[in-house]
């Protein structure tokens, strides 16, 4: 293998084939150099093992930014085994590897379709029966007839419930900044309380809709369903607890890129620019009538509580590919007469 670039510190990604792409200078390149020794996901997955990324992580310097180098990474000692146990491992990973992907295409189908329907009912206003119902003018301009325009405080409180002093759990399940994707929780941290970052303060329920106050352009938010008892929030984000709305209208209405740019005009602040609890209260977001809303969220709901479900099982699945990852890498896990076949490969 050659190695080009900076250093590889964080999680390693495999480059597809098709198509031609550039890298940023910082990134390490990892290059195949005997194909017929060699299987090229075998690689990916091996410097996605412990061993190895302890390995790399020990060879950083730097006391802000850590970094190595491509001569350091080439240093790294790991246990190759012949070709076709290397195939054999690499599709048993692959397996659990193309599921998630699948799951994760279903995920976002599901929002999107979700998304769409909000967008016809509450954006383009063709929902059942518009065809009878008026316009008249409002804050945010035509709007159909026995809407209103509110604050989102009217339909929604924000930062309902913190942890009180004396009330503190004794473990907690933390979700941060840092775990936040657009739509999606990526991951959370168990903490004795005790032992938990100061800013782990938000209770979080069924419903609730978290979003990152820092850097709102970068649109961190999710919609959390039945959340685990423990689970506990950065004081980072303005957790947004359905009043006055159903859960899946209000999700999808502070999720907008007109909301988010609302955000982004708001925040303050040059390195960390930042938005507070006060500017989601005062936004303004349309209150169409309740028979609508409720008919929104019979038909949604199901939508998103599939699309969690989804997130859950691909959570397992991770957890069960990152456990067998090492056993395979070191061998405790004997592959040598394992059909590839059966384990279901991509290459």
């Known amino acids: 293998m050659t190695e080009q670039g900076e250093g590889l510190l964080g999680s390693a990604a495999i480059i597809p084939r098709s198509g031609l792409y550039l890298h940023n200078q910082r990134l390490g390149l990892v290059q195949i150099r005997d ?10 997955y091996l410097f996605n093992s412990k061993v190895v990324r302890q390995q790399i992580r020990a060879s950083a310097s730097g006391s802000k930014i850590r970094h190595t180098a491509p001569s350091r990474i080439g240093e790294v000692t790991v246990r190759v085994p012949p070709l076709p146990v290397q195939q054999r491992i ?7 590897d193309d599921l998630i992907e699948n799951n994760t295409r279903r995920i976002r189908i599901l929002e999107e379709i979700a998304q769409a ?14 065809e009878k119902v008026r316009k008249v003018e409002s804050a945010l301009g035509q709007i159909p007839e026995g809407w209103g325009v509110v604050k989102l405080a009217d339909l929604a409180e924000v930062n309902a419930s913190s942890v009180r002093r004396g009330n503190e759990p004794d473990r907690i399940s933390y979700i941060d900044i840092a775990s936040l994707s657009t739509g999606s929780v990526n ?29 709102p352009n970068r649109k961190s938010y999710a919609l959390l369903l039945n959340p685990d008892p423990d689970v506990i929030v950065s004081t980072g984000f303005a957790v947004l607890s359905p009043t006055h709305a159903p859960f899946a209208y209000l999700y999808h209405a502070v999720t907008t890129d ?7 005009n708001h925040a303050t602040g040059a390195a960390y620019p930042a938005v507070n609890a006060q500017d989601f ?9 309740r028979i609508l809303l409720d008919r929104y969220q019979e038909i949604a709901e199901p939508w998103l509580e599939f699309g ?26 004997d592959v040598s007469r394992l059909d590839v076949s059966v384990a279901g490969g991509r290459e």
């Open 35 to 44: 194909a017929q020794r060699t299987d090229r996901r075998f690689v990916y």
């Open 90 to 96: 690499s599709a048993i990973l692959s397996a659990y």
């Open 117 to 130: 329907l909000h967008r016809e009912w509450f954006v383009h206003f063709r929902f059942p029966g518009h």
């Open 187 to 215: 991951e959370a941290q168990r903490y004795k309380f005790a032992e938990a970052p100061g800013r782990a303060r938000r209770i979080v329920r069924h419903g609730d809709i978290l979003w990152s106050m820092v850097r």
């Open 258 to 264: 007109d909301f988010a740019t609302y955000l982004t």
């Open 281 to 289: 209260e005062q936004a303004q977001v349309l209150r169409p009538s």
């Open 308 to 333: 969690d479900h989804l997130r859950r099982k691909n959570a397992n699945l991770r957890t069960t590919r990152d456990l067998l990852l090492p056993k395979l890498i070191s061998g405790e896990l």
